[in-house]
């Protein structure tokens, strides 16, 4: 009978990417009898597998690899999974000897996708793009959703006004690039067509947006946006009645919950990335046809073309109906 295996998983960023790995660690911890699992990761996304009962250990990514190599070496892991495979983890990979599983990138295939627009790469999520890499150990995919733990038990009643304590939908307004973000006047005017109360939720790069909604649309809306924490946005997420989002982290984390999630798409797609939502039983997938679309894989500072039809043409009628059914 061999022994358990000490096993290293490895993704360093995005937080959209991270959180697609918590499959992979649950299916190995539970699947390997005995297992210990650990998982390396930026320091800025070590929330995502903060109390995460799947995890033996989390080690963090420091500022010389050096450092990072000589802490995975002493640990004597038996093998790594490698769900970021980079010059970074190449480099780890060939300095610690350990046997290893890579995740294919198809980083070829995308920028052709991105560059020709076309689907060269197949719709498969990243979930089981990353499960892929772990079949050689006998790991198959368990079928359930995404993991998140928040950390504490939070009372709504701290959170949010006395309006929005009987059900609500989360609207998560910020993202990462402008070309992923909708319009101020476009959220406006969605929230408006809502019959529900309506949480938006972001960091404080969308605090003044959310203030101009919020002001603009009434009561009606509460403007969490840098208000609450990261751990308390995730818990009103948990809480909510279904979630409007853009391609953003939050969004992501939301399938955790399996929410009603209404998924809006700008300058990018979620079939080159393959982070469309995991396991979620009702799902609005929303974007605007355009042969100009994907203008990025990640999203960009403005609309090359200065129309941003992307957003600006998105189906309100389709959101609303979704959120108000």
């Known amino acids: 009978m061999s022994s358990p295996l000490k096993i290293l998983v490895i993704r360093f960023s995005s937080l959209g990417d991270v959180i697609?790995?918590?499959?992979?660690?649950?299916?190995?911890?539970?699947q390997l009898p005995g297992a210990?699992?650990?998982?390396?990761?930026?320091?800025?996304?070590?929330y995502i597998y903060e109390d995460n009962p799947y995890?033996?250990?989390?080690?963090?990514?420091?500022?010389?690899?050096?450092?990072t190599i000589a802490e995975i070496k002493a640990q004597n892991y038996d093998c790594i999974i490698d769900l970021h495979s980079?010059?970074?983890?190449?480099?780890?990979k060939l300095r610690t000897g350990i046997k290893s599983y890579t995740y294919n990138k198809q980083t070829i295939r995308k920028w052709l996708s991105l560059k020709l627009r076309k689907q060269l790469v197949p719709p498969v999520h990243l979930v089981d793009r990353y499960l892929k890499a772990v079949v050689p150990l006998g790991i198959v995919n368990d079928n359930k959703p995404i993991d998140y733990f928040v950390k504490n038990n939070y009372d709504i009643a701290t959170l949010l006004p006395a309006t929005h304590h009987n059900g609500y939908i989360g609207f998560i307004?910020?993202?990462a690039h402008f070309t992923k973000r909708m319009p101020n006047e476009k959220i406006i005017s969605i929230c408006r067509q809502l019959n529900r109360p309506i949480v938006l939720l972001g960091g404080n790069d969308v605090?003044?947006?959310g203030s101009m909604i919020a002001a603009a649309v009434g009561p009606n809306v509460y403007n969490a946006c840098g208000v609450t924490s990261l751990d308390e946005s995730v818990f009103l997420v948990s809480k909510a009645e279904s979630i409007i989002g853009f391609d953003t982290g939050l969004?992501?984390?939301a399938e955790a919950f399996n929410k009603p999630i209404a998924s809006i798409w700008g300058s990018t797609v979620p079939e080159l990335l393959g982070v469309q939502p995991y396991k979620v039983d009702n799902v609005l997938i929303s974007g605007v046809n355009l042969s100009c679309r994907?203008?990025?894989?990640?999203?960009?500072a403005q609309c090359p073309l200065h129309h941003f039809k992307c957003m600006n043409d998105i189906n309100e009628k389709e959101i609303v109906d979704f959120c108000n059914g």
């Open 20 to 30: 697609y790995t918590t499959p992979v660690v649950r299916c190995l911890k539970q």
């Open 36 to 46: 210990e699992v650990h998982f390396i990761t930026k320091p800025q996304f070590k």
């Open 55 to 67: 995890l033996d250990k989390l080690l963090l990514l420091k500022e010389k690899l050096n450092d």
């Open 86 to 92: 980079n010059l970074r983890t190449s480099i780890i």
């Open 173 to 175: 307004i910020g993202a």
């Open 207 to 209: 605090k003044g947006n």
């Open 251 to 253: 969004t992501h984390i």
């Open 294 to 300: 994907p203008c990025s894989k990640y999203g960009l």
